[in-house]
């Protein structure tokens, strides 16, 4: 089976992996992987902190690595690669971060937004397009609105200046239809190329990528190993490998891209990402799989079952950046719990 579309790959482990071991990658491990990724012939390979450009933070957690060290450590080590930071407008300002970052090298910016915020990626979206750099938008937690009202927003980031848009299924909430309908929405309603960022809490990672690239989507997302927060992202090595089996065309030499990923399971990964029990309701809730390991953590010290909490954070539709409702949330359980006990 042959595709005329071409499939560009874009590779967060260094970023999105971030989040999988608390932010502590160092710099020979991008190094590594950067060699590695940038031989396989990897479109763009995105680094930084799990949170993006500026985020390293007491709250969200300190990078091992500064961000100005780890973009001039891949930028050493990337020669055909792109190279690509994930920006959320607050974490990141234009002049202390998004400055530095792009006059150490940085090929191509994705500004990122909850699904319903666009609005404050415009600043950020204008001066990178002035730099004369490839700009992206990213709209965050997509599947808390409708394809019509994701549509809106996707609107907003073209008008700033984006060169396309890419939306995430953060929590991996998503089944194939939901992509499809997204895609479908956004191809023929935007002027601009779509992409898509899957999580596998559901274990539907590489399926929703390949419905979201017979739909109409350019850019994929993928890390090795799934390498990413809670469940993991979309397995670049198998995305690549199925891909070629459907024949698309994604520029990535599959046995480089294998060697990658078993350099990144050997070098990078403490523990390879799985389906837990909680990562699946983390995916059924809605919730932000980052949260996963605060939420095991505050729910073992309250003594309650981390699924309620869950089902609960979902129900209030929390989103990254409001950690602390965790706490609440966990609290508010049991006192409930002790109040039926009595």
Not at 27 to 32: D, G, N
Request: glycine residues 10%; aromatic residues 4%; contains cysteine.
């Amino acid at each position: 089976m042959e595709h005329s579309q071409i499939i560009r790959i874009s590779d967060p482990t260094l970023r999105d992996g971030n989040h999988a071991v608390g932010h502590q990658l160092s710099a020979e491990h991008i190094a590594a992987y950067c060699k590695a990724a940038d031989a396989a012939g990897v479109s763009i390979v995105e680094v930084g902190h799990g949170n993006g450009l500026g985020a390293s933070s007491l709250q969200l957690g300190e990078s091992k690595t500064p961000d100005h060290i780890a973009l001039a450590t891949a930028r050493e080590n990337l020669g055909k690669s792109k190279l690509g930071i994930h920006v959320i407008p607050g974490f990141a300002t234009i002049e202390r971060d998004l400055k530095p970052a792009l006059a150490l090298g940085v090929d191509v910016v994705r500004v990122a937004s909850h699904c319903s915020e666009a609005d404050i990626c415009e600043r950020h979206i204008d001066f990178s397009r002035s730099q004369g750099i490839e700009v992206w938008g990213c709209l965050m937690m997509s599947h808390m609105i409708s394809p019509t009202l994701l549509l809106e927003q996707a609107r907003k980031m073209e008008s700033y200046g984006a060169e396309g848009v890419v939306f995430m299924d953060s929590s991996g909430h998503f089944i194939p239809e939901d992509v499809r309908l997204r895609v479908e929405t956004l191809v023929n309603g935007l002027g601009i190329a779509v992409g898509f960022h899957a999580h596998n809490n559901l274990g539907l990672a590489i399926a929703n990528s390949i419905a979201a690239a017979a739909a109409g989507a350019t850019l994929l997302d993928g890390c090795a190993r799934g390498f990413g927060a809670g469940a993991g992202n979309a397995q670049l090595e198998v995305l690549v490998a199925v891909l070629e089996r459907l024949g698309y065309s994604s520029g990535v030499n599959l046995y480089k891209m294998l060697d990658a990923a078993d350099l990144a399971a050997k070098n990078l990964i403490k523990e390879i990402p799985s389906i837990t029990s909680v990562s699946v309701v983390s995916g059924m809730a809605g919730v932000f799989s980052g949260f996963i390991k605060p939420v095991a953590r505050i729910a073992k010290e309250f003594n309650v079952d981390p699924r309620d909490v869950f089902f609960e954070l979902g129900r209030r539709k929390i989103v990254a950046g409001q950690e602390d409702i965790i706490l609440e949330v966990a609290k508010e359980l049991a006192e409930r719990a002790t109040k039926g006990n009595l």
